[in-house]
């Protein structure tokens, strides 16, 4: 009888402790997520190969011999307007008023293919332009084209959707999501390039990529940080990488893709639903390097020689930035207590499972 008492009270003992080490604690953000197309974000002919992936042109010769792109006939399209694509002072707003095309007499040479594994040469930054702050009243460009018309009201949506989701109402805990087709989406991106084998050919091939946002969605993420590599573990030969930094989003993958041609970008997102605003950000994780007493010091005196300068040795001249790899946990993923991790510092709020 006594046995059994005692094996009774070490089970009880230990019950708390199994339970305890099962509880699960997430701190999240939000994200709204944007997925291009992936069977319009790459066009291909028997010479040249051109990709979109995290919003920005690539291209890929295919011949043995160079191809020229003449940057002057080379232009963005974005959102149903188009502009000279080297041309700093054409935009959105301002191509079609300002009646002015790039005078670039400039040329881009892809290097011919040799049999190896050929990379991709970047050409330009596509990004959609909707990094920034909104409210109700304004966008970060000043005003409301038709595609970010769209964009706020299918975020008042998907929040709606999110606040289901909390008992109190209060926090976004929810996943809410959209298929859009072309003609509802809110974003547009693509380009127009035109070229030859020879820089004074009187023949040049255009040739235009588009893409669009076929799936957005607004759902909470965390930031799953690497274990950083260790004075010790340096030591020695052989290659030593860091891990990527994984985004684990709740919600259910839109459809395969490859990691480092990624049609998914991630914004950080944060906003107050009662004032009616939000701010997205491109969601980079980064570190902030800890300072030794040798940066201190150099600093201090190079503070005092300059004026204040030197403090910027101390600054974002020190942060690591992390790879990003996009991980789908699944919209019914468990992740048991959820909080709302309100830093900005992303490697801050890292879970580990």
């Not at 935009?91 to 881009?108: R, Y």
């Not at 480092?260 to 004032?275: A, E, M």
């Not at 005196?301 to 030197?310: D, H, P």
Request: hydrophobic share 35%.
């Amino acid at each position: 009888m006594k046995k059994f008492i005692s094996i009774v009270a070490m089970v009880i003992m230990c019950l708390p402790l199994a339970f305890a080490g099962n509880e699960v604690k997430t701190n999240y953000r939000n994200a709204l997520i944007l997925a291009y197309s992936p069977t319009n974000s790459v066009f291909e002919d028997d010479n040249i190969k051109l990709e979109i992936y995290n919003e920005k042109l690539y291209a890929t010769n295919k011949t043995t011999r160079t191809i020229f792109i003449d940057l002057s006939q080379c232009f963005l399209l974005h959102n149903g307007s188009s502009y000279p694509m080297f041309e700093k002072h054409q935009d959105d707003s301002h191509a079609s008023k300002k009646k002015v095309s790039t005078n670039i007499d400039e040329f881009l040479s892809i290097a011919p293919s040799t049999g190896a594994k050929q990379n991709e040469t970047f050409i330009c930054n596509l990004a959609s332009g909707i990094y920034g702050k909104y409210t109700t009243a304004e966008s970060p460009s000043g005003t409301f084209s038709e595609y970010e018309e769209r964009m706020l009201s299918l975020v008042n949506e998907l929040l709606t959707e999110s606040l289901e989701a909390d008992p109190k109402g209060k926090e976004y805990r929810g996943t809410a999501t959209r298929h859009l087709t072309e003609d509802e989406s809110i974003s547009n991106i693509g380009a127009s390039i035109a070229y030859a084998f020879n820089k004074r050919s009187e023949e040049w091939t255009p040739v235009t990529i588009s893409t669009w946002v076929c799936d957005v969605y607004f759902a909470p993420y965390y930031v799953e940080m690497p274990d950083d590599i260790k004075k010790k573990d340096k030591r020695g030969f052989g290659v030593k990488k860091t891990e990527a930094s994984k985004l684990h989003v709740k919600a259910d993958t839109p459809f395969e893709f490859e990691q480092d041609k990624s049609p998914i970008i991630v914004f950080d997102w944060t906003g107050d639903f009662k004032k009616g605003e939000f701010t997205l950000n491109y969601t980079w994780v980064t570190k902030q390097k800890g300072a030794n007493f040798g940066k201190i010091l150099g600093a201090t005196f190079l503070t005092m020689a300059t004026g204040g300068f030197g403090a910027l040795l101390l600054t974002d001249n020190e942060k690591t930035f992390y790879k990003k790899e996009i991980v789908f946990d699944g919209e019914n993923s468990n992740w048991g207590k959820m909080k709302y991790f309100d830093n900005k510092d992303l490697s801050k709020f890292n879970n580990k499972r």
